[in-house]
């Protein structure tokens, strides 16, 4: 099968996807192959240095070599588990990604317990009448399996480019606002306001504009190619989007993929003015970050009290 051509054609990395593919068919063929061998031997697990590459002792916590923290092992297993997914290593993403899987694995364990509007989706009315954690919690729940399993590609994606970038703090702060920003457009688009909305896809708008945006300003070669890609991606969304809605075939929150990408784009055209201020903006960053954090920590307490007063 040419998976190339397959990830190629929805706008994703053939090349980087196809090879992935084939690494995890050779390491099953490897695993099977030698199975019958492992039980005669008896494996001891090193781990890698970061910082320099040695190869040392699991025990170590520090490197011998270059005297560098090291993680456990179990740590950099769990990396390299993710890394399967991920092109790199991005600790807001992957709890993002562990976030929406968990709530959706937790309704098998409670399918009776609440609705999807109990369970935290944005509905305007109740927003209006005060349940104002509805505007976070919404981004963490997903409709179906496919509806999980489409963001979640998205954001394996698009989510390590921008937050190698841009760092954890700020790649957070941008996720949850945008995401915010999306449930404000909907509502304002109008629409019924008893119907529920769930799904991260407002904040994947969100970062998909702030990338479109940053990468704009970014300027040069690669700029141009990291605007194209996400363009291509907004493209492709919003179209999609509309298909669905016009088809009769799901509801479509085509509002808040729109508003989010607006206020992505807004936030990349803030965020290109930090390059003439410097450093001057770095506490702002950090008690940006530390509020956005306290108000969604908040927000899933105060979503599961109410859904389960007793």
Same mark, same amino acid.
């Given at each position: 099968?040419?998976?190339?051509?397959?990830?190629?054609?929805?706008?994703?990395?053939?090349?980087?996807?196809?090879?992935?593919?084939?690494?995890?068919?050779?390491?099953?063929?490897?695993?099977?192959?030698?199975?019958?061998?492992?039980?005669?031997?008896?494996?001891?697990?090193?781990?890698?240095?970061?910082?320099?590459?040695?190869?040392?002792?699991?025990? +170590?916590?520090?490197?011998?070599?270059?005297?560098?923290?090291?993680?456990?092992?179990?740590?950099? +297993?769990?990396?390299?588990?993710?890394?399967?997914? =991920?092109?790199?290593?991005?600790?807001?993403?992957?709890?993002?990604?562990?976030?929406?899987?968990?709530?959706?694995?937790?309704?098998?364990?409670?399918?009776?317990?609440?609705?999807?509007?109990?369970?935290?989706? +944005?509905?305007?009315?109740?927003?209006? !009448?005060? !349940?104002?954690?509805?505007?976070?919690?919404?981004?963490?729940?997903?409709?179906?399996?496919?509806? %999980?399993v489409f963001n979640a590609l998205a954001l394996s994606q698009v989510g390590p480019l921008?937050?190698?970038?841009?760092?954890?703090?700020?790649?957070?702060?941008? *996720?949850? %606002?945008?995401?915010?920003?999306?449930?404000?457009?909907?509502? @304002?688009?109008?629409?019924?306001? !008893?119907?529920?909305?769930?799904?991260?896809?407002?904040? =994947? *708008?969100? %970062?998909?504009? *702030?990338?479109?945006?940053?990468?704009? *300003?970014?300027?040069?070669?690669?700029?141009?190619?990291?605007?194209?890609?996400?363009?291509?991606?907004?493209?492709?969304?919003?179209?999609?989007?509309?298909?669905?809605?016009?088809?009769?075939?799901?509801?479509?929150?085509?509002?808040?993929?729109?508003?989010?990408?607006?206020?992505?784009?807004?936030?990349?055209?803030? @965020?290109?003015?930090?390059?003439?201020?410097?450093? %001057?903006? !770095?506490?702002?960053?950090?008690?940006?970050?530390?509020?956005?954090?306290?108000?969604?920590?908040?927000?899933?307490?105060?979503?599961?009290?109410?859904?389960?007063?007793?």
């Open positions: 099968m040419n998976w190339k051509k397959i990830f190629d054609s929805v706008g994703m990395n053939g090349t980087q996807w196809q090879w992935r593919i084939l690494r995890l068919e050779r390491r099953v063929k490897d695993f099977f192959k030698d199975a019958g061998r492992r039980g005669k031997q008896v494996a001891y697990r090193h781990k890698f240095c970061p910082e320099c590459g040695a190869l040392i002792d699991r025990s +170590f916590k520090r490197c011998p070599e270059c005297d560098a923290r090291v993680p456990s092992w179990t740590a950099q +297993f769990i990396r390299r588990v993710f890394a399967l997914a =991920l092109p790199s290593w991005c600790p807001v993403t992957v709890l993002i990604l562990f976030t929406i899987v968990a709530m959706e694995v937790a309704k098998f364990f409670f399918p009776g317990a609440v609705t999807i509007a109990g369970a935290g989706a +944005f509905v305007a009315a109740r927003f209006s !009448e005060g !349940e104002v954690w509805r505007i976070v919690t919404y981004i963490l729940l997903h409709g179906g399996i496919w509806h %999980l921008l937050e190698e970038e841009l760092g954890s703090r700020r790649f957070f702060v941008i *996720f949850i %606002l945008t995401g915010v920003g999306a449930a404000l457009a909907q509502m @304002l688009a109008g629409g019924n306001p !008893e119907s529920p909305m769930v799904g991260a896809s407002g904040s =994947l *708008f969100g %970062l998909i504009g *702030f990338g479109a945006s940053y990468s704009h *300003f970014y300027g040069g070669a690669r700029g141009k190619e990291m605007r194209a890609f996400f363009l291509q991606w907004a493209m492709y969304g919003i179209l999609f989007g509309f298909i669905m809605t016009s088809g009769g075939i799901a509801r479509v929150a085509n509002g808040a993929h729109i508003g989010g990408f607006l206020g992505g784009v807004a936030m990349g055209f803030a @965020l290109e003015k930090e390059r003439v201020l410097g450093s %001057l903006l !770095e506490p702002l960053w950090t008690i940006l970050f530390v509020a956005v954090l306290a108000a969604t920590a908040a927000a899933i307490v105060w979503n599961i009290l109410a859904a389960f007063p007793g």
